[in-house]
């Protein structure tokens, strides 16, 4: 089916290890990104990527990771999780073409402990 | 600091009143404002957006307005439904970057 997909929806795992969040897109969107949604701060950028193999940071890099080799997926790593890292992660992907309105995935809600 | 602002983290109206959400910004280079509605456990869903080269824009049941010198924008829902129960966030853009940056979210509930 046509849209954007994360997985996984729910993750648990240990302080220090690495965890991949995937997401994939079928639209061919240019522009991908990665926000984290934590209570009283909202939707915070993370990274963002312009097409494959662009990537910049956003508000928020610090401990994280990603990756474009190709344009429908844009995996985020958390190389060694820490507690403060426990969020709901959400994967966005927008067209080129001066829409500036996001297509959201469900997102993943990570836990570290 | 928070460059997009929105201060009532929650609202409670009445079916068939007037919502009103609001949102403030500091950045006067923003140029594109949108509203993202969310349901618990799923993600944001784009509801309605407005170029600072207008004032108002109007969709359905749904209005956005832009007071650029006051650097404030709000959303009117009229008339208000149940189904609007959700979290509101307010997104801010400039110079066509495509990234966004959004406010803590108001969560609206609408009561029978």
């Known amino acids: 089916d046509a849209g954007i997909t994360q997985s996984p929806r729910y993750k648990i795992t240990e302080t220090g290890r690495q965890v991949t969040l995937m997401c994939h897109q079928t639209?061919?969107?240019?522009?991908m990104f990665w926000y984290r949604q934590d209570l009283g701060h909202g939707l915070r950028l993370i990274y963002y990527?312009?097409?494959?193999?662009?990537?910049d940071k956003g508000e928020v890099p610090d401990g994280y990771v990603v990756s474009r080799s190709k344009t429908e997926n844009f995996p985020l790593t958390l190389e060694s999780a820490t507690r403060s890292q426990t969020s709901v992660y959400f994967c966005?992907?927008?067209?080129?073409?001066?829409?500036?309105?996001?297509?959201f995935g469900s997102g993943t809600r990570l836990t570290v402990v | 600091d928070q460059q997009v602002k929105q201060n009532s983290p929650s609202l409670s109206v009445q079916e068939g009143r007037i919502s009103i959400l609001n949102c403030d910004y500091t950045?006067?280079?923003?140029?594109?404002f949108l509203w993202y509605k969310k349901y618990p456990a799923e993600g944001p869903t784009f509801l309605i957006s407005?170029?600072?080269?207008?004032d108002k824009n109007e969709d359905g049941r749904f209005t956005v307005f832009l007071n650029k010198s006051a650097k404030h924008l709000s959303l009117h829902i009229v008339p208000s439904q149940p189904g609007d129960s959700a979290v509101y966030f307010c997104?801010?853009?400039?110079?066509?970057?495509?990234?966004?940056?959004f406010g803590s979210g108001t969560r609206l509930l609408v009561r029978p």
């Open positions: 966005a992907s927008n067209k080129n073409g001066g829409d500036y309105g996001y297509t």
């Open positions: 639209w061919s969107h240019s522009y």
């Open positions: 990527s312009a097409a494959a193999d662009i990537t």
């Open positions: 950045n006067s280079m923003f140029d594109y």
């Open positions: 407005i170029s600072s080269i207008k």
């Open positions: 997104a801010a853009n400039m110079d066509s970057s495509y990234k966004l940056i």
